[in-house]
């Protein structure tokens, strides 16, 4: 249904140029044109080949740059010696275990990072973040620690990260420990229901590979009081996979089949959760024996089947447009790169820009200390949140709340495609991440590229004078996939000063089932 994604950027600033518009007078007697404009284009392609050196040195130490293989793999062995964390290595690791999840780099403070890239300062020490799943509990949690500093030395400790909460809590409850065991009671749900889901859906969800359905739902968990209580509420519903043809398709958030189940799955003994209802076309039951009954009755209403079909591929089908088998204009590099880069620090410099790169397993591409013509204009400039909330008549779209950042952005920025993600001629940097105590590089999943936006930055025509000043922009560009969204992240900077931060959505939307739901939009059909 809809893609209402809200993206929060910290540190946003745009500097802008905004000149004075002088009112256009008519010319009454207008001398000859210029010619000369006609040769701006000429001027720029000098036969002598560019002195430019696409190699830049950074003039500091990229004091926010990801932490390295070697220092992610101290910290892991660091906190494996530490008996009282109860580690389990993140590859033998249960939901009844203590794990490792995500190891990154606290960035360093402000305050320090100042008096180092301003006055000369001392290097600010470095410090990783290791986030923790605490599963050997009957309350699992997760909690993010500092340790530090690097390199390991004896004087190294690990604490809860509080300071960096609003909270004041580094630690939280996770709900969500028991996923295997959530996907066992989905199906255990079904058996019982197994002719009913037949008869209305004509398929089945038993847990083998020829299943039809794939059972998931809300995200995040609900809790409700149900006498005095606190529970932990599951709505599911039933998403068709993508099958034959089209089974290559990454289209089953297309494919919801309209019934629903509510299951109260507090605690972590799943002999003690309860199914507590059913809905289908917008009919509540409370019971799976009301359910039955209703279905059973000769009233019972049964909707039209929501199936998958070439309509879910995204390969070209229909009548192609006139024209459309020849070769598009193509955007060419002619006397090299004009921006340099020093990769291994990740600083770059593009006219009168500069700033530092890093990556992150949580929110992907960061930026700091970007200067303009030497002064620095935004310290830190990254996506903090992306929240994916639906909206629908029935209980998963409307309490689906997707927070990105949980599966990182990290993990799914995916290498580029030259010449359709970014121009051919970009140049590409790899990002790294440390999840589950592995350390992984994906390639090539950034790019730096100058481009023509296709409007001028400033014209102007008179009787004497025609200006003209071409409009050429320098992109960072990082793509993350997150399930079925693909999230398109510009980093922007233009010639006037000006720095604009650009997120385009992509992907599969997360559909609703159209039965009932005509004020929310329809998912087909
Ligand atoms: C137009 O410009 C020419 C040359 O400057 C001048 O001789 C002529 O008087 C001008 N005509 C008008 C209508 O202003
Ligand atoms: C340590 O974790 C294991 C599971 O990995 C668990 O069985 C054991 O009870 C835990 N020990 C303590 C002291 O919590
Ligand atoms: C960074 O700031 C926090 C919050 O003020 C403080 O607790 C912490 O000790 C500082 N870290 C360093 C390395 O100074
Ligand atoms: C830590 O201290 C011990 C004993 O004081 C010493 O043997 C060891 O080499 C030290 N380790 C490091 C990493 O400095
Ligand atoms: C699912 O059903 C099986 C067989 O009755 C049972 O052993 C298992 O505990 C059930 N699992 C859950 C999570 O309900
Ligand atoms: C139900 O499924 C069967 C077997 O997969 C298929 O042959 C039949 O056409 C389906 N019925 C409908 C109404 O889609
Ligand atoms: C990216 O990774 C590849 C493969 O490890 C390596 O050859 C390449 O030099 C890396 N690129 C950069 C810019 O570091």
Redesign the pocket.
Known sequence: MLFPTALVFAGLVTYALAGPHARLKHPKNRTKQPTEFIEILSSFSSSDESKFNPVSVAPKTNIFISLSNDEAASVISFLHKQTELNLTAAADAGPWDNAIEVVDLVQPNKTDALHYLDHNGPIPARYALARIAFGATEEPYVQDFIVGPLPISNASTYESLDWATTSGSAKIRNYNADERLINQWNLNVTATVADIVLDLL??TATGSKDDDFDIWGIDPLWMEEIDGEQRVILWNTYWHYPSGKNAIFDAETLLPQGLFFKSDITGRDPSKWKVLGWLYGDIFYSTTEEFRKAWRSPHFVKYK?N?PGDWIGTDQTGEPFPGDDIAPPVAVQPNGQRFSVDEEQRYVEWMDFSFYITFTRDTGLRLFDIKYKGQRIIYELGLQEAVAHYAGNDPVQSGTAYMDTFYGFGPYAFELVPGYDCPTYSQFLNGTFHASEVSKTHRNNICLFESDPGYLMQRHSSSSYLALTKNIVFTLRSVSSIGNYDYIFDYVFALDGSIETIVRASGYIQSAYYAKNNHYGKSHG
């Open positions: 004509n398929g089947l199936l």
